[in-house]
C-alpha cells in the first residue's frame, strides 16, 4: 500500500523546535577540555566532566541535537537485543559485567540528571522486551535469561506480551526508560553553557592539534585545552583516524516511522525475528504516536521509501495505524565486535580521546563514554576503560563475523 508520507524528512523530534540556541565560536579561548560534536554524547560528556570539576567547550558544526540524536527511537536500556549470551562467550563473564552495570549505572545517571536539573523530556520509567515469535528460538531466549541473571541484570522471561500478536517468549530487562533524546539533550547543553563553560554551534572543527595543549581551530575561532574529546559518530579528522577507525567499526542506516494509534502499549519492545521490528510509544496530548524503526543496511543499498513503505505497513497491520506523521532515516556506526569505541584516538595519542562504535544504543551509551572519558582524563585504568578501548584487537579480528552476519544469514 502506498502511503501519503510527509514532503520532509525530519524526524518526529526534530519538528518540536528548541528553545534554546547556541552563539557561533568567534574567539580564541581555553578551557580543559574541548568536546567536539553536539549530540547526546558530547553534552552528557560535557556536562559530567563539568560536574568533576573541569571547564568544557563544546563545538557543534550544526545545530545541537541535529544529527543522529535528533533521528533516534528513545530507548534508554541496557537491553541490546540478545547481547548478554553473546558477549559472555566472546569476552567472558567478567568482561560481561562491566558492560551490563556500565549500561545499568547509566540508566541510573541520566535519570538523576533529568530529576537534578529538571529536564522536561517526556522521561518516563518503562520496562523492555527484546521478543520471538518462533518456537525454535525458545531455548536462546532462555540462555540470554539465564546469562542476564548470572550478571545481576533485571531480567525475567515472560510468555505474553501487550502486544497485537502472539509471541512464543520475550526477555524482560526491568526498569528501563524512555525520553525525547532532543529535548533533552537541548535542555542539559543550557546546563553545560554556564560558569566558564561554553557551547557553540555553527562551530565545525577543522583542525585538530593533539598536543600539551590540543589546538582546535573552527572558521572564526580557536580552543586551547588539555584535553579533547570527538563525539562526531567516527572521527572526522585528522583524516588518518577516519581511515583506521574503518578497520573496526561500519555505519548502518536504519528508518523510523511515527503514527497516531489508538492501542496505548505498556513497555518498549524489539525482536530479532525477521519483519519485526522496534516499537515505542509516547504521548503527545491526549495522543497515542506510535514509532516504529528497523530495516537497518549499510548506507548507499536501497530505496529509503520502500523500507519506510514496510514499517508503515507495520503499523497499519499491527496497530491500524491510517497515515504517517513523520518518516526519517538516521545513521550510527558499529565496532565489529558489538562493544562501544571509547578512549585515545590513536595508542600513541596523547591527549586527544573518542567516544564512537555506540552501535543504535547510543542514548544509555552517552553516559557510558561521558563516565569512560572522565576516567581516563583522571588517569584511572578501570575495567570498563580496559574493555572499551578502540585499540582492542577482537574489533578488526571481528570483520569476518560481522560480514557473516549481514549478508549470508
Ligand atoms: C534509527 C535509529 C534509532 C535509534 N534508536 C535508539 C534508541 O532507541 N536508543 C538508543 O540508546 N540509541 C538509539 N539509537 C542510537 C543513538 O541515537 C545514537 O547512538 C546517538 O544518538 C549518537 O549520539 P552522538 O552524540 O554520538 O552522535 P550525533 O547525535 O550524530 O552527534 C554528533 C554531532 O557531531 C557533529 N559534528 C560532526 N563533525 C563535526 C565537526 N567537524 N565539528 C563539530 N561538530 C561536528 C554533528 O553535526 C552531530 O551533531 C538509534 C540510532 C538510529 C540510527
Same mark, same amino acid.
Given at each position: 500500500m502506498s502511503y501519503p508520507f510527509p514532503d520532509n524528512t525530519d524526524s518526529y523530534w526534530l519538528k518540536s523546535l528548541p528553545d534554546s540556541s547556541f552563539a557561533e565560536l568567534s574567539d580564541n579561548i581555553e578551557v580543559d577540555v574541548t568536546i567536539i560534536g553536539g549530540g547526546i554524547s558530547g553534552i552528557v560528556t560535557a556536562y559530567q566532566l563539568k560536574q568533576s570539576g573541569y571547564r568544557v567547550a563544546v563545538l557543534e558544526q550544526k545545530t545541537i541535537a541535529s544529527g543522529t540524536?535528533?533521528?533516534? %527511537?528513545?530507548?534508554?536500556?541496557?537491553?541490546?537485543? *540478545?547481547?548478554?549470551?553473546?558477549?559472555?562467550? @566472546?569476552?567472558?563473564?567478567? +568482561?560481561?559485567? %562491566?558492560?551490563?552495570?556500565?549500561?545499568?549505572?547509566? *540508566?541510573?545517571?541520566?535519570?538523576?540528571?533529568? @530529576?537534578?536539573?529538571?529536564? +522536561?523530556?517526556?522521561?518516563e520509567k518503562q520496562d523492555n522486551y527484546v521478543y520471538t515469535t518462533y518456537r525454535d528460538q525458545l531455548d536462546v531466549f532462555e540462555r540470554e535469561a539465564t546469562d542476564a541473571a548470572s550478571l545481576g541484570l533485571p531480567v525475567s522471561l515472560v510468555g505474553s506480551l501487550d502486544l497485537p500478536f502472539d509471541v512464543v517468549c520475550a526477555v524482560k530487562f526491568a526498569n528501563q526508560a524512555k525520553m525525547n533524546a532532543y529535548d533533552f539533550?537541548?535542555?542539559?547543553?543550557?546546563?553545560?553553557?554556564?560558569?566558564?563553560?561554553?557551547v557553540f554551534e555553527n562551530s565545525k572543527a577543522f583542525s585538530i592539534k593533539d598536543s600539551d595543549p590540543c589546538l582546535v581551530k573552527t572558521k572564526r575561532g580557536s580552543v586551547?585545552?588539555?584535553?579533547?574529546?570527538?563525539?562526531?559518530?567516527?572521527p572526522p579528522l585528522p583524516m588518518f583516524a577516519r581511515f583506521g577507525y574503518a578497520a573496526v567499526e561500519y555505519p548502518e542506516t536504519s528508518y523510523i516511522v511515527s503514527a497516531n494509534v489508538k492501542k496505548r502499549l505498556k513497555g518498549m519492545y524489539i525482536s530479532p525475528d525477521p519483519n519485526h521490528y522496534s516499537i515505542l510509544q509516547f504521548r503527545q496530548g491526549s495522543k497515542n504516536v506510535l514509532l516504529v524503526g528497523g530495516e537497518s543496511h549499510i548506507p548507499g543499498l536501497g530505496s529509503a521509501k520502500n523500507r519506510q513503505t514496510a514499517l508503515a505497513d507495520y503499523a497499519r497491520k499491527w496497530f491500524g495505524a491510517e497515515t504517517v506523521n513523520s518518516a526519517w532515516g538516521a545513521m550510527d556506526y558499529m565496532a565489529y565486535d558489538g562493544l562501544p569505541l571509547?578512549?585515545?584516538?590513536?595508542?600513541?595519542?596523547?591527549?586527544?580521546?573518542?567516544?564512537?562504535?555506540?552501535?543504535?544504543?547510543?542514548?544509555?551509551?552517552?553516559?557510558?563514554?561521558?563516565?569512560?572519558?572522565?576516567?581516563?582524563?583522571?588517569?584511572?585504568e578501570t575495567d570498563q576503560v580496559k574493555l572499551f578501548t578502540p585499540h582492542r584487537l577482537s574489533a578488526p579480528l571481528s570483520i569476518p563475523e560481522t560480514i557473516a552476519r549481514n549478508f549470508f544469514h
Amino acid at each position: 500500500m502506498s502511503y501519503p508520507f510527509p514532503d520532509n524528512t525530519d524526524s518526529y523530534w526534530l519538528k518540536s523546535l528548541p528553545d534554546s540556541s547556541f552563539a557561533e565560536l568567534s574567539d580564541n579561548i581555553e578551557v580543559d577540555v574541548t568536546i567536539i560534536g553536539g549530540g547526546i554524547s558530547g553534552i552528557v560528556t560535557a556536562y559530567q566532566l563539568k560536574q568533576s570539576g573541569y571547564r568544557v567547550a563544546v563545538l557543534e558544526q550544526k545545530t545541537i541535537a541535529s544529527g543522529t540524536t535528533g533521528g533516534t %527511537t528513545g530507548k534508554l536500556t541496557s537491553q541490546h537485543g *540478545l547481547v548478554y549470551s553473546r558477549l559472555m562467550r @566472546k569476552f567472558g563473564q567478567k +568482561n560481561a559485567k %562491566t558492560y551490563g552495570d556500565a549500561y545499568e549505572r547509566s *540508566l541510573k545517571n541520566i535519570a538523576e540528571i533529568v @530529576k537534578r536539573e529538571s529536564i +522536561n523530556c517526556s522521561y518516563e520509567k518503562q520496562d523492555n522486551y527484546v521478543y520471538t515469535t518462533y518456537r525454535d528460538q525458545l531455548d536462546v531466549f532462555e540462555r540470554e535469561a539465564t546469562d542476564a541473571a548470572s550478571l545481576g541484570l533485571p531480567v525475567s522471561l515472560v510468555g505474553s506480551l501487550d502486544l497485537p500478536f502472539d509471541v512464543v517468549c520475550a526477555v524482560k530487562f526491568a526498569n528501563q526508560a524512555k525520553m525525547n533524546a532532543y529535548d533533552f539533550t537541548h535542555q542539559l547543553a543550557k546546563r553545560v553553557a554556564m560558569d566558564d563553560s561554553f557551547v557553540f554551534e555553527n562551530s565545525k572543527a577543522f583542525s585538530i592539534k593533539d598536543s600539551d595543549p590540543c589546538l582546535v581551530k573552527t572558521k572564526r575561532g580557536s580552543v586551547r585545552s588539555k584535553h579533547v574529546v570527538i563525539t562526531t559518530l567516527i572521527p572526522p579528522l585528522p583524516m588518518f583516524a577516519r581511515f583506521g577507525y574503518a578497520a573496526v567499526e561500519y555505519p548502518e542506516t536504519s528508518y523510523i516511522v511515527s503514527a497516531n494509534v489508538k492501542k496505548r502499549l505498556k513497555g518498549m519492545y524489539i525482536s530479532p525475528d525477521p519483519n519485526h521490528y522496534s516499537i515505542l510509544q509516547f504521548r503527545q496530548g491526549s495522543k497515542n504516536v506510535l514509532l516504529v524503526g528497523g530495516e537497518s543496511h549499510i548506507p548507499g543499498l536501497g530505496s529509503a521509501k520502500n523500507r519506510q513503505t514496510a514499517l508503515a505497513d507495520y503499523a497499519r497491520k499491527w496497530f491500524g495505524a491510517e497515515t504517517v506523521n513523520s518518516a526519517w532515516g538516521a545513521m550510527d556506526y558499529m565496532a565489529y565486535d558489538g562493544l562501544p569505541l571509547i578512549g585515545r584516538v590513536y595508542p600513541w595519542s596523547k591527549n586527544l580521546l573518542v567516544i564512537s562504535g555506540l552501535k543504535k544504543w547510543g542514548l544509555a551509551g552517552s553516559m557510558v563514554g561521558a563516565e569512560t572519558i572522565v576516567s581516563i582524563i583522571q588517569n584511572e585504568e578501570t575495567d570498563q576503560v580496559k574493555l572499551f578501548t578502540p585499540h582492542r584487537l577482537s574489533a578488526p579480528l571481528s570483520i569476518p563475523e560481522t560480514i557473516a552476519r549481514n549478508f549470508f544469514h
